[in-house]
């Protein structure tokens, strides 16, 4: 069967079979590629800030629309009609996405923290150690052994909040230690900073979040492998209450 050939491309002088080949795929993929761009700006020029009142979230690379929802205590199909996704699966990093009733949902504002059970706070931070590529397990026992999943927990000491941050850590990680969602998500990437800076070795992770990183240093400087007896009793019984 003859192809049919565009009348340009006919008329062009001395073009060949295989010249009208290259330029009817070059045509093509002009086309393919202009659309796929045209429709991501206009989906970016199209979006309008959140209304008063509500959370924004910028999505970051990994995640998905029910994730997001289940952070802020909603469901995915209320985020997909609210901010007119027509795709659940087709959300990109940099997509803002607003959250409906920041003061209901779990936003970041004020002092107080947002509700939810703990079976909510462990789903939470089961997902934020996936995402920092931390062991959900360990990190569900570490928040259970600083808090006991109490967002409102106080120690003697003046740790804050599920995660037990001092105000001043709190600060360095740019979180509202009253806030958990904040705070799961900021102690599980302080954890995952202590992984890499002690080359992966949970134990010494979970004692410089306990003890800070300098004491664990001065443990192994004097200990060598036996660097756990030179730790706090409170920070020893940590470890071992967490990795059994």
Not at 33 to 55: E, H, I, N, Y
Not at 118 to 125: E, I, P, T, W
Not at 183 to 212: P, T
């Amino acid at each position: 069967m003859q192809r049919s050939v565009p009348p340009l491309v006919r008329r062009l002088p001395g073009a060949n079979a295989f010249t009208r080949h290259i330029i009817i795929l070059l045509t093509l993929v002009i086309l393919l590629l202009g659309s796929a761009l045209g429709g991501r700006l206009l989906g970016v020029f199209a979006q309008s800030p959140c209304a008063k009142g509500d959370a924004s979230y910028s999505v970051r690379f990994g995640d998905t629309l029910s994730a997001i929802a289940m952070r802020y205590r909603t469901t995915w199909q209320r985020l997909a009609s609210y901010n007119h996704i027509a795709n659940a699966d087709l959300i990109f990093p940099g997509q803002q996405v607003c959250i409906p009733g920041k003061a209901s949902r779990g936003g970041t504002g004020g002092s107080g923290s947002p509700g939810g059970s703990r079976q909510d706070f462990v789903s939470l931070a089961r997902q934020d150690a996936l995402n920092v590529g931390f062991s959900p397990n360990v990190f569900v026992r570490q928040i259970n052994q600083e808090s006991g999943f109490n967002p409102s927990a106080i120690s003697p000491a003046g740790a804050l909040g599920i995660a037990q941050f001092e105000p001043a850590t709190a600060a360095s990680l740019g979180v509202n230690p009253w806030d958990p969602v904040q705070s799961l998500q900021g102690a599980s990437r302080l954890m995952a900073s202590y992984i890499r800076q002690f080359g992966g070795d949970i134990a010494k992770a979970l004692a410089a979040y306990n003890a800070g990183p300098g004491a664990v240093q001065r443990a192994v400087r004097i200990g060598g492998t036996s660097w756990r007896a030179f730790l706090p009793a409170e920070t020893q019984n940590y470890i071992r209450v967490i990795l059994g």
